[in-house]
């Protein structure tokens, strides 16, 4: 009897790990799925005054890079901090995450968007593309 009660508590215990598992699997073929080419991205020269003054900038780099210069306006949340720091980002209007490249912050961007904020995107090539392509640069 007391092996039949561990074995139901032991599964008990194990089914909600399983289940989260199979959980993240299926959103995340769901997004794959369901992805274009443009989903969760957009490119310095769609960046006018317009979408620019409608936009939030999340600056995915570390602290000392923020420090060095960063997009005008823009927060800083490092990258593998998004997930857990997800409340601070609008729900709604558009968000953008940046790093040097994109490289980082397009893992940030696949993360949240995961999370249900298909409002983030990342900025392809990052602040080196947007410092070099941008249509518009605030003073």
């Not at 215990?13 to 993240?24: E, I, K």
């Not at 923020?66 to 558009?94: K, Q, Y």
Request: hydrophobic residues 45%.
């Amino acid at each position: 009897m007391k092996l039949l009660h561990f074995l139901i508590g032991f599964i008990m215990c194990v089914t909600p790990v399983w289940a989260s598992d199979a959980d993240v699997f299926e959103a995340v073929v769901d997004y794959m799925d369901f992805a274009t080419y443009e989903s969760g991205i957009i490119l310095p020269a769609q960046l006018d005054q317009d979408v620019f003054d409608a936009a939030v900038f999340v600056d995915t780099r570390d602290a000392e890079q923020f420090a060095a210069g960063h997009i005008a306006g823009a927060v800083n949340i490092e990258w593998r901090d998004i997930p857990s720091r997800l409340s601070e980002l609008p729900e709604t209007g558009l968000v953008v995450l940046y790093c040097n490249t994109g490289t980082l912050s397009s893992q940030a961007t696949f993360a949240a968007r995961l999370l249900g904020r298909e409002n983030v995107v990342v900025l392809q090539t990052g602040m080196r593309g947007w410092s070099e392509t941008a249509v518009y640069k605030p003073e």
